[in-house]
């Protein structure tokens, strides 16, 4: 290592371990948290740990440092859902030797990780055992540490299953010196700053080289300022977001620094110069003043937010909403017609599948700031959702009974008992599917199929073109979402080239809604398709970005009503989209002014933006060049308190509103010098765009992702920052586990459904009764079940205002079994939610693995299993006397609000077709009288489903990221994963199931 090329980056991180929470643990005693920092061994660097400040509470016993980690104070843990307040501040300084040249590629493999370990003992504690404490479990949170944007984060962090458990941690980080290296235990010569900025020792005899030796130091120079004040500015960001968090009387301003103005002064002051040794002096001043300020501003900051309850608040906000929008990448959602339900599973699904599986998109899914791989996920770890909703807004009224017929007819039951057209359109069967994804605008009339085929009954009409009767809602269009335009200029060349515009308020003016998507003109081109000026201009969040602004002024809205605005934004239970795709009649409508330039479009949706605050600015905006204007527009727009996962909040504007503080719109019109959004994630959103034209149009499906406003919306442990449930009646969640499982086995799902829920009244009762014995028959486990709530009810005496049921596997069946049982009909109106988690609706017929067939059976004669015999349609003589059978007969999906089917391709114990309830390939074609009864049961279970308007019925197609091995082979990995994949499960809640439980 040349020592002339190298420095000494001096950084702190301050971690504050707040609160422990025991979810579930399962042993009670004694605990304590060790928390260390690791580097990569590639790196030179040394670490020191300290405990600056901690509470008085010592709790069982005080914290302190040892071996080089910093213990938690010691504390007992006696009952489930015990929150400990713990308040340690741990401090860690790292000095670490980075290139000159590239600092922050020297940070980045630096590899940093926090490591949070658990340990734990039941005897009495006391300072002599120590030493004897075992270690539980360990999670390690990887640091993505930017020297030039900083840190702050307040996350919650879950230990694994077998110690469920989290603690709450808040971590700031922040540059402090670049120097020469002085204080590393490296045998490394003390090196002055002069040689670092000239790469050799100054001599008497300079020469014809004094010219690039001044060239290096300016470059050095500007390299280590740019650092250090891009490092003060991030953090003097963060103390003036922070500050106005705290009460008053708490609150100690610093005087704002406009970092780019000062770099560039420093900068030309010493690039005027060509004394060698004067700018070594000079150089040296300056590097050492920045740095001493740095230091100064993070002493003030660590002082004042440091065990800060509303700055904890207010990062727990923006953490949570980070992590659940990642979770929603490569969450996909469609709407289906209700009448879609009816039809076999579409193979398009699997081509999109494995065409996101092997994009670019997916591989480059940006990581958190602060990410634990095991809870958080990579892209090699996380999931695949598909999510099918099939709306009853676009519902026929038409009814269809199953077919009688052999072979043939079973073939066409689908698409042909049911005909549904516009005008002169095909029918459902040769209609392309992107025609049913779409708009949904377009009006369906009924027809009896094939000359009023027996096989329908006609239940119901309305003229074609009549307006809907009252409470039937008209029919939403669905959405088209956008990102970012494809490039945005670097912040070191402001002055080269100008920004790309962002959407006008002019675009918002649309007329009628079109009978069909395919009509829709394409934004951004002129009429021969070429490409206009504004193509890269229409972006989706950007026209978000104009609409959590400007439509939350009453005047606005009123002034843009009054010109013809069409405002209204289709929603689904309290998701609202994060763009929209405008429609009209014709091109004159749209009234795009493609004649408009980015500077007149920009200025525009910035006065919008700014909602009149800057119009005190425009006196000497005027003054300026047009150059100028743009690029202090768009530093407004794009300012550095806005993070790119805050560009997609419905809050991100409001969070720069305070009343109390009128210098917060001045910021907008200062230049910057770190840029809002980094590279990486511009390539990411690029590489977003792309999929959502190439791949997801032709499937018509949206990412969970572009939706502004998410289920999960409350932090973990947050119940107080949540009062949406103050009124709630009790919510029974019922829990029903499968083929040899145990109670525990939906642990997850209830931590998980709990957490994103905090304050819901939720109460869960995870049966146990046939856990003993789940080889029975069914009848004989129905009863067990529908004993141990009555039971439940009664010992507790709650009475709940809904009921929802949560089953795996074979527990549906008996969840099925309960509701359809007479003693179970006072409870049926208070039922609610059923989700489904790989059950064997239509039992395990037609599962095309072999192994596992003959495993089942092996298994069935070995336990004398009746349910295992019922499953396999073994229990009669007569197919329509089975109990699955005569089961799919009695009431079920018709008599929940919401009814939520799981199912996954790579599960081969179950199939696929049976979890989801469809039709399937060799059911058709069996001519058999096997056949006949399976589409029978189909029809049972989904005709009442079809014709029930107010259910809310959905299908969930899984990919799970599955280690090889036998397990996985077999199918039983993808089996058990929706019962023990943390990131399965959690991202599965929290971006869509939750919001059935509310």
């Given amino acids: 290592m040349n020592p002339v090329d190298h420095i000494q980056a001096t950084f702190e991180i301050v971690v504050e371990v707040n609160r422990f929470f025991n979810v579930d643990l399962f ?56 929150d400990i307040p713990i308040d340690d501040v741990v401090l860690f300084k790292v000095n670490m030797l980075v290139d000159v040249m590239k600092i922050q590629e020297s940070m980045s493999r630096a590899d940093i990780q926090l490591v949070l370990e658990l340990w734990f003992t039941d005897d009495d504690f006391t300072i002599e055992k120590q030493d004897k404490m075992q270690l539980l479990t360990t999670r390690a949170l990887k640091l993505h540490l930017d020297l030039h944007r900083g840190l702050s984060q307040h996350l919650a962090l879950l ?43 100054l001599d008497s005899a300079m020469d014809a080289s004094v010219q690039s030796l001044l060239d290096r130091a300016f470059d050095v120079h500007r390299r280590m300022i740019k650092a250090l004040l891009s490092a003060y500015e991030s953090l003097q960001s963060s103390y003036e977001k922070f500050v106005r968090k705290l009460p008053p009387e708490q609150r100690k301003e610093v005087q704002h620094v406009r970092c780019a103005g000062k770099f560039q002064k420093l900068c030309e002051i010493l690039e005027e110069l060509d004394d060698v040794q004067v700018v070594e002096d000079l150089s040296t001043n300056t590097v050492a003043q920045c740095c001493a300020e740095n230091i100064m501003l993070w002493t003030l900051f660590v002082e004042q937010f440091v065990l800060s309850e509303p700055v904890h608040n207010s990062l727990a906000k923006q953490y949570h909403k980070q992590r659940v929008r990642r979770f929603a990448e490569a969450f996909f959602t469609h709407e289906l017609p209700r009448v879609a339900i009816m039809e076999p599973f579409d193979p398009k699904q699997l081509e ?99 000359d009023a085929d027996p096989r329908a009954v006609l239940v119901g009409f309305r003229k074609f073109g009549e307006e809907s009767p009252p409470g039937v809602s008209e029919p939403r269009p669905l959405l088209e979402l956008g990102t970012f335009t494809p490039t945005l200029p670097k912040r070191d060349s402001l002055r080269e080239q100008s920004f790309p515009s962002l959407v006008s308020p002019r675009l918002m003016r649309a007329g009628r809604k079109r009978e069909s998507s395919s009509s829709l003109p394409e934004l951004g081109r002129r009429d021969d398709g070429s490409a206009s000026p504004v193509s890269s201009a229409l972006s989706g969040s950007d026209s978000e970005l104009f609409r959590m602004c400007s439509f939350k002024s009453k005047e606005l809205w009123k002034t843009r009503r009054s010109s013809g605005v069409e405002a209204s934004l289709p929603a689904r239970d309290g998701l609202e989209p994060a763009s929209r795709k405008l429609s009209s009649t014709s091109k004159e409508g749209l009234n795009l002014e493609v004649e408009h330039t980015g500077v007149q479009l920009l200025r525009e949706c910035e006065e919008t933006l700014l909602c009149g605050k800057l119009k005190s600015d425009q006196a000497e905006a005027a003054s300026l060049d047009p150059l100028e204007q743009e690029q202090r527009r768009m530093r407004r727009l794009l300012s550095d308190k806005c993070t790119i996962y805050d560009m997609f909040r419905e809050d991100a504007h409001d969070e720069h509103r305070h009343d109390d503080d009128d210098d917060a719109v001045a910021e907008y019109g200062e230049e910057k010098l770190v840029a809002p959004v980094d590279e990486d994630t511009l390539k990411f959103l690029q590489l977003k765009e792309s999929l959502r034209r190439e791949g997801l149009a032709k499937f018509g499906a949206s990412i969970y992702s572009e939706f502004g406003q998410l289920p999960s919306s409350t932090p973990y442990f947050c119940e107080h920052l949540d009062d949406t449930h103050a009124q709630e009646g009790l919510h029974l ?44 028959d069914f009848e004989s486990m129905t009863s067990n079940l529908l004993d141990e709530i009555e039971h439940y009810v009664d010992v507790f005496g709650i009475m709940p205002d809904r009921i929802s049921f949560v089953g795996h596997s074979l527990g549906n069946l008996i969840i099925r079994a309960v509701v359809a049982r007479t003693e179970f009909e006072k409870y049926r109106a208070k039922l609610y939610t059923y989700l489904s988690l790989s059950g064997p609706h239509l039992g395990t017929l037609y599962n095309p693995n072999g192994l596992v067939n003959m495993g089942m059976w092996l298994m069935q004669k070995w336990k004398k ?24 007969k009695k009431p079920c999906f018709e008599l929940f609000k919401h009814v939520l089917l799981v199912g996954s391709a790579q599960d081969r114990y179950v199939p696929f077709h049976s979890t989801r309830v469809e039709m399937c390939t060799a059911a058709q074609q069996d001519s058999s009288p096997l056949g006949s009864v399976y589409t029978e049961m189909v029809m049972n279970l989904l005709r009442p ?13 899984v990919f799970h990221a599955l280690p090889a091995g036998t397990n996985s082979l077999i199918g039983r990995a993808a089996h058990i994963a929706v019962l023990d994949s943390e990131i399965f499960l959690e991202k599965f809640i929290t971006v869509s199931v939750c919001k059935y439980f509310r």
């Fill in 27 to 82: 042993q009670r005693g004694f605990y304590q948290l060790r928390s260390s920092l690791r580097l990569s061994p590639k790196v030179q660097a040394k670490v020191e740990v300290s405990l600056p400040r901690n509470s008085e509470n010592n709790l069982v016993f005080p914290a302190c440092v040892m071996n080089g980690a910093a213990v938690s104070k010691t504390f007992q843990i006696l009952y489930r859902r015990e």
């Fill in 159 to 201: 230990f694994d299953y077998f110690h469920l458990s989290a603690v709450t941690l808040t971590i700031h980080a922040s540059l402090l010196n670049l120097l020469p290296p002085h204080s590393l235990s490296l045998n490394q010569r003390v090196v002055p700053l002069g040689r670092v900025l000239f790469g050799r020792e």
């Fill in 352 to 450: 999109l599948i494995e065409g996101v599986r092997s994009s670019p998109y997916f591989a480059s899914i940006p990581p958190l700031a602060t990410e634990c791989a095991e809870t958080d996920g990579e892209p090699g770890t996380l999931p695949i959702v598909v999510e099918s909703i099939f709306a009853s807004d676009v519902l026929p009224r038409a009814v269809v009974s199953p077919p009688t017929t052999p072979q043939s007819s079973r073939k066409e039951w689908s698409s042909a008992a049911l005909h549904v057209s516009g005008a002169d359109a095909p029918s459902l069967s040769s209609r392309p599917r992107s025609s049913l994804l779409s708009k949904r605008t377009s009006r369906f009339k009924t027809v009896l199929p094939n």
């Fill in 733 to 776: 969640v019922i829990c029903v586990h499968g083929l040899d499982g145990n109670s525990a086995d939906l642990r997850l799902v209830r931590t998980y459904l709990e957490l994103s829920l905090p304050g819901a009244r939720i109460d869960f009762l995870m049966s146990e009764r046939n856990q003993r014995d789940t080889f029975a």
């Fill in 865 to 888: 299993s009746g349910s295992l015999l019922q499953l396999a349609f073994k229990d009669h003589p007569d197919p329509r006397k089975t109990f699955m059978y005569q089961l799919s």
């Fill in 945 to 957: 489903a079809f014709t029930q308007s107010s259910l809310t019925f959905v299908r969930y197609n």
